[in-house]
């Protein structure tokens, strides 16, 4: 026969239970008041920081960081720093909008396509998603290199090349590669006009016509500093000069001249006639022969000379 539970065995059962219970309920009361009041203030802290600063709690919910309060002279000075890092550039333009107008113009200044032989129009990918994007103002330079087969010519452009390249207004380096100056000739300022206020740099590797037509080219460019040539021997031979082809100015040309592979001074004996003399006051030439011509032209601005070791004329 199973004993019989007495009333004081179980009076002292239900008392034990009841004071378990009512020792959890006191501690855990306050923790999870206390826990409470925690998150409560700290939010409150944060929306109070939000505002004071001038964000709203609806559009951001980080703390604003001093940086972005720097005034934008300093943060270009940062940014100057990193011109050739692309990668901390491209971590400037996510910290904040004040920090992405400093760095973008770094990012999207050059322009580099290349001319295809078989694909005319392949090339122009590059500067058609630069201005879907609006990034063509801020381009400085703009770069078009092909090989010998490969010509620059008014068959590279249509109506709609031509309406886009006229946002990039702001470029100062210009190099065309193969350029057949002839092929656009007389209606050359319908391709580059929108080029011609800004542009103080001109480079032209093997360009194609005669020594009175390249001239021509460049007088267009009133405001140009920069001359380079490389590989002129293709056109000494080209097609006659015309006479009645004139410049339409005469550009400062006071910064530097490097010319490359010239097997006669034609072009620069044009260029002194045509211009009334040069100013260059930086020179950089290899295999020229026309080096005495030049530094007689440039006596009185000349400052430095360059010339290479392993010239193939020897003197």
Not at 33 to 62: H, N
Not at 171 to 181: A, E, G, K, Q, S
Not at 246 to 256: A, E, M, N, Q, T
Request: hydrophobic content about 45%; proline content about 7%; charged content about 15%.
């Amino acid at each position: 026969m199973p004993p019989i539970k007495t009333p004081t065995s179980s009076m002292s059962g239900s008392h034990t239970t009841s004071f378990s219970s009512l020792y959890l309920t006191a501690i855990t009361a306050p923790v999870i008041e206390l826990l409470v009041k925690r998150i409560w203030y700290r939010s409150l802290a944060i929306i109070w920081g939000l505002w004071s600063r001038g964000f709203s709690p609806e559009t951001s919910t980080v703390l604003a960081s001093p940086v972005t309060n720097l005034p934008l002279e300093i943060v270009e000075m940062f940014i100057g720093h990193l011109t050739y890092d692309t990668h901390s550039l491209r971590a400037c333009t996510m910290t904040c909008y004040s920090w992405y107008l400093a760095a973008a113009p770094h990012l999207h200044s050059t322009l580099v396509t290349h001319t295809n032989y078989w694909n005319q129009r392949l090339w122009w990918n590059p500067l058609q998603r630069m201005h879907a994007l609006g990034l063509l103002p801020l381009l400085k330079v703009i770069c078009v290199h092909g090989d010998h087969r490969s010509v620059f010519s008014p068959a590279r452009f249509n109506r709609h090349i031509l309406c886009q390249l006229s946002a990039s207004s702001n470029v100062r380096r210009l190099l065309i590669d193969n350029l057949d100056i002839p092929s656009f000739m007389p209606n050359i300022r319908q391709y580059f006009g929108h080029f011609l206020p800004t542009v103080r740099e001109l480079v032209l590797p093997r360009p194609r016509g005669s020594c009175r037509q390249i001239i021509y080219f460049v007088g267009l460019f009133q405001h140009l500093e920069n001359l380079e040539f490389w590989d002129g021997a293709d056109f000494e031979g080209g097609p006659a000069d015309d006479p009645t082809l004139i410049p339409p100015s005469v550009p400062p040309l006071r910064g530097w001249l490097a010319m490359a592979h010239f097997a006669q001074a034609s072009l620069l004996e044009a260029m002194i006639d045509l211009f009334g003399g040069v100013r260059f006051r930086i020179v950089n030439l290899f295999d020229f022969s026309g080096t005495r011509l030049l530094l007689n032209a440039c006596v009185k601005t000349l400052e430095v000379l360059q010339l290479s070791l392993c010239d193939p004329r020897g003197k």
